[in-house]
């Protein structure tokens, strides 16, 4: 488990149990256990299940975790995904944090399987950005993959990506290509986004590695193709949607990057259906 998810965990329990549960602890003593399952409210593609298990064993090690699905499975409504048994009080305790990570990831990765369906014999790879949220890019662009489409930069740090604030401040796309060019390390992969078939035209005389179209309907997709003429990457960009992915996908590109992969996936439906509990044979009543 990347030291990351850990301390996501370890928040999260600080912000939900940082004064214990009052309610558990009122109503169970130590010695009563339960078992509870995780299931499906929908058909999804399920994700996160590792962390889920982790949540559960930082609140208690006792807690025991018996997932019957793996991250990437298609499951069916009412499938059950995950097995918890353990002392009542601490399963219950876990339970929100646990459910809130793996509805979150499971959310993002059946949006992903979406897309990657509706690409599904294009030949065009569809991808993620960095609309993600805050500390949980790394989990986030899991669940990406889970779902079956692609991971774009995880950091600026990965490729040049110059965008319209860096032309307007370096005072044309040709001049911050050249300057990206002269100052980034060797291996660098140059990429340019553009806006307009001009920019298109001004990318290619700069020879500009990839060409990212933002912003462009389809036709002009197809036209900005046309002017490039195979002498960079092409990706698009903005105003994708599942109904239209096919329709960009046909232009003649290679990536789609969709930053709602990430920052629009609804939460998936799952929930915890914990089982009539019972004290440990042979405890004492407290």
Known sequence: MDPRTDHLIDLAL????????????????????????????????????DVAARVFARVDPALRVSPSARDGDRVKRGARVCRVAGPTASLLAAERTALNFLQ??????????????????????????????????SLEKYAVRCGGCGNHRSSLGEHVLIKDNHIAAAGSLGRAVRLARAGAPHLCRI???AESLAEVREAVRAK???????????????????????????????????????????????????????HSAPAADLSLTLLPGRRKAGARPR
Request: aromatic fraction near 4%; charged fraction near 25%.
């Open 14 to 49: 600080e912000e939900d149990l940082a004064f214990g549960d009052v309610t558990s602890r009122a109503i169970f003593p130590r010695d009563h256990e339960s078992c509870a399952f995780i299931e499906a409210g929908s058909d999804l593609v399920i994700c996160g299940l």
């Open 104 to 137: 979150r990831l499971s959310g993002i990765a059946t949006l992903a399987r979406r897309f990657a369906d509706a690409a599904a014999g294009t030949g065009v790879a569809v991808v993620d950005t960095r609309k993600t949220t805050p500390g949980f890019r």
């Open 191 to 193: 990429e340019v986004e």
């Open 208 to 262: 500009a590695d990839v060409i990212l179209l933002d912003n462009m309907s389809p036709q002009r997709v197809r036209e900005a193709v046309a002017v490039i003429g195979g002498a960079a990457m092409v990706e698009v960009s903005g105003g994708v949607r599942l109904e239209n992915l096919r329709d960009f996908a046909a232009a003649g590109v290679d990536l789609i990057s969709v930053g709602a992969l990430t």
